[in-house]
């Protein structure tokens, strides 16, 4: 899998204030950033994750195992929003193959899937409420586009979530067949569109 052709989506955002004639450049991190995750990520990830889930259905959708073994398999399929170097918002997709979510999606990764299982999507609580999720997820999705064997995205979330989730484009299929413990889910997707039409438009 190249993720090369979609950098442009990924290319960091840097909001740098200018340096005034006869001051010394100093070597600072962007102010703000978009990139894939790796392994070295986990552990911020899952503290996001466990705080924003846990305390809304005291449940995570995965575990530090489970993050570590998706970043590991498939860290393209992932992407992490940094302000100063800290992660601040991020999404943990993988590869799925069949039309329908089923509980084998929630731990394995087809690498010859079309269909982008996105598994979570989680903002840290101080930088909530700035719409970071919605741009976040604006993001990934056009970085999706840039890849050619990606014909849509899944998704599965609890009711009060999907008017979040359609107003980013998502279509509701249905409850899903998942449950989490008395946690129950409707299924959600959206098509990947426009790939010739993308890759001339947008430099991927």
């Given amino acids: ?43 911020s990830v899952f503290e996001i994750e466990r705080e924003a889930f846990i305390s809304v259905s005291g449940e995570c959708p995965l575990h530090l195992d489970e993050v570590r073994h998706f970043l590991t398999l498939c860290p393209e399929l992932s992407l992490g929003w940094f302000e ?73 979330c609890e009711d009060f979530l999907v008017p979040f989730y359609q107003k980013s484009g998502f279509k509701g299929q249905g409850p899903s067949e998942i449950t989490v413990g008395s946690l129950t889910f409707i299924e959600m997707y959206y098509p990947i569109r426009g790939h010739a039409f993308m890759r001339r438009n947008s430099g991927c």
Avoid at 14 to 26: F, K, V, Y
Avoid at 119 to 134: C, E, M, W
């Fill in 84 to 156: 100063q170097g800290r992660l601040v918002a991020f999404i943990i997709g993988s590869l799925w193959d069949q039309d329908r979510l089923t509980n084998d999606a929630l731990t394995l990764h087809k690498p010859h899937g079309t269909t982008v299982h996105i598994h979570v999507l989680a903002v840290h609580r101080t930088f909530r409420q700035q719409g970071k999720g919605s741009i976040l997820l604006w993001r990934y999705l056009q970085y999706l586009r840039c890849l050619p064997y990606v014909r849509r995205a899944v998704l599965m």
């Fill in 1 to 43: 899998m190249s993720v090369v052709s979609a950098l442009p989506f990924l290319k960091p955002i840097h909001m740098r204030a200018p340096i005034s004639p006869g001051r010394q450049r100093r070597h600072t991190l962007p102010a703000s950033e978009f990139r894939s995750l790796n392994t070295e990520d986990a552990i």
